[in-house]
């Protein structure tokens, strides 16, 4: 009796062990049909992808609008970067080329569309589409940006202020400062921690732009319930300014034999007052005086470059006036990318940002919750607006 049971238990296994095997064999089989045919699939649909229909068909004015760029720019970006964004081929599909995987990300800036509505053109995923404008954008800053830790030399900032006094007849201004609200979806479990004045959700943009409406200076990332002069001090570039460590150049008079003044950069009511950063006077000051309306206006127009800026930024690359509907890390790199992007198409410099890498100590650019009420100017600040008021007052200057 114990030999016909341990028999039957031996062919019972056998029979399992076959029939597993014939399961295993048949779903292999059944998977390479699959993967055979959607090969198949896959390369008669990117045939007809926007890549290969337009990229060679364009002519060049209208592959710029739809770029952002000329062609020669294109092939000068593909050559920084195509070593960084490349990707190996694997034995079951083609790796997607740098030149589409550039392509992809200049569309997805220029247009502001979805994920899958880029993937629906250049007929890839809208995973892969993230993937690709994550790497590309990271590329882009790395190579364009390769002087991320160093700041203008004391003859370059004199070489911004000459332009401002060339263009906007402010003297001694190194630079004008402004926020702009990026708009982006809500974050998950982020309350109302990105909800701004303005009533949407974003991630604030701080800028220094030049006379040119050149970037010099840009902190992005802090959240859009902050104003602008509470992430100004919470910066790395507000500490290192109230700290000197911005190699400023020695104060310079505003004319030929008057008193040393510091250079200064310029921003609105919202910023405080320092020695080296200009508000305008408060409106209640203004009334019964002819000479500050004319200060805050000297002061505007000069200001309005870095709204200037942010527009330009705006109509080159579409993405910035719909909300941005990735993660939060993703619109950094984005914004990032965008910014040096405009330098590079203006005049091909570099510009200068502060984040993580590049602060002394560490710490990051976001918004820690200070709050900066009753935050007071000291007396010099005071005597040095006063300086230029005056100036602005007592000479001719159109």
């Known amino acids: 009796m114990e030999d016909d049971t341990s028999n039957d238990e031996t062919l019972e296994e056998d029979y399992r062990h ?10 292999m089989k059944k998977k390479r049909k699959h993967r055979y045919w959607i090969s198949q699939h896959i390369q008669s649909w990117k045939t007809s992808s926007e890549f290969n229909t337009l990229f060679n068909e364009l002519d060049d004015e209208n592959f710029k609008m739809y770029y952002r760029v000329s062609r020669q720019q294109f092939d000068e970006l593909l050559t920084m970067i195509a070593k960084d964004i490349a990707k190996i081929d694997t034995n079951f599909r083609k790796a997607i080329s740098p030149e589409e995987r550039l392509a992809i990300c200049l569309r997805f800036l220029a247009t502001g569309d979805s994920y899958k509505t880029i993937g629906y053109n250049y007929r890839v995923g809208d995973r892969s589409v993230s993937r690709i404008v994550e790497n590309v954008c990271q590329a882009v800053w790395n190579h364009l940006q390769p002087i991320y830790m160093c700041l203008p030399t004391e003859r370059e900032w004199k070489e911004i202020a000459e332009n401002f006094m060339l263009k906007w007849q402010f003297p001694n201004c190194i ?7 990026i708009s982006i979806k809500c974050p998950p479990h982020s309350g109302s921690q990105y909800f701004n004045y303005k009533h949407f959700h974003s991630v604030v943009l701080l800028a220094v732009v030049d ?8 902190d992005i990332g802090s959240m859009g319930r902050f104003s602008d002069g509470g992430i100004f001090s919470d910066s790395a570039f507000g500490r290192r300014l109230q700290n000197n460590e911005l190699n400023l150049p020695s104060d310079q008079p505003l004319l030929q034999g008057g008193t040393a003044i510091p ?23 203004c009334r019964n005086s002819r000479e500050k309306r004319n200060f805050n206006y000297r002061l505007s127009r000069a200001r309005n470059v870095v709204e200037n800026a942010f527009g330009i930024l705006s109509m080159r690359f579409r993405i910035f006036r719909r909300p941005l509907e990735c993660k939060v890390e993703s619109v950094d790199l984005i914004t990032k990318a965008a910014c040096v992007l405009h330098n590079y198409l203006s005049t091909n410099q570099t510009i200068i940002a502060f984040d993580e890498a590049s602060a002394e100590d560490g710490s990051v650019l976001r918004s820690v919750g200070q709050l900066h009420d009753n935050v007071r100017a000291t007396r010099e600040a005071f005597h040095v607006r006063e300086s230029f008021c005056n100036h602005f007052n007592n000479n001719n200057i159109n």
């Open 18 to 27: 076959r029939r597993r095997r014939l399961i295993i064999a048949y779903c």
């Open 175 to 181: 630079g004008a400062v402004d926020g702009k609200h």
């Open 211 to 218: 006379a040119n409406k050149k970037f010099i200076i840009i």
């Open 263 to 285: 250079y200064v950069f310029i921003g609105d009511q919202a910023f405080p007052l320092q020695k080296h950063f200009m508000r305008p006077y408060p409106q209640s000051a």
